[in-house]
Nanobody, 128 residues
Framework: QVRLVESGGGLVQTGDSLRLSCAPS????????MGWFRQAPGKEREFTAA????????MYADSVKDRFTISRDVAKTTVYLQMNSLKPDDTAKYYC?????????????????????WGQGTQVTVSS
């Protein structure tokens, strides 16, 4: 059984920072990329950031570019999402996801349907 364990969410104020972490547990499996998505109440899940685990290439949603940084620790198979200058609009449940195999063009996955495994999510609430 594959599980993704997220941590680091919480309640913060506008302008504060948080760092989310995600690591897989359970049986070993191949990972091409890991990503973060978020879902606010009443809204669809949206792409936030992704990173290729081995090569470190990254991709961001425009709404978080220049404020959020995705990084990884290859040895620990852990991905992080450093979130700075948080705004109330960033309030959402944040989900970690894994894509196990690379596409032919080695592009990074930006759609939720491209990912194979998902975590349970961690809540981030930003008060004004």
């Amino acid at each position: 059984q594959v599980r993704l364990v997220e941590s680091g969410g919480g309640l913060v104020q506008t302008g504060d920072s948080l760092r989310l972490s995600c690591a897989p547990s359970g049986r070993a499996f191949n990972i091409y990329a890991m990503g973060w998505f978020r879902q606010a109440p009443g809204k669809e899940r949206e792409f936030t950031a992704a990173i290729a685990l081995l090569y470190g290439r990254t991709m961001y949603a425009d709404s978080v570019k220049d404020r959020f940084t995705i990084s990884r620790d290859v040895a620990k198979t852990t991905v992080y999402l450093q979130m700075n200058s948080l705004k109330p609009d960033d309030t959402a449940k944040y989900y970690c996801a894994v894509k196990t195999s690379a596409p032919r063009d080695y592009s990074l996955p930006g759609e939720s349907s491209e990912y194979d495994y998902w975590g349970q999510g961690t809540q981030v609430t930003v008060s004004s």
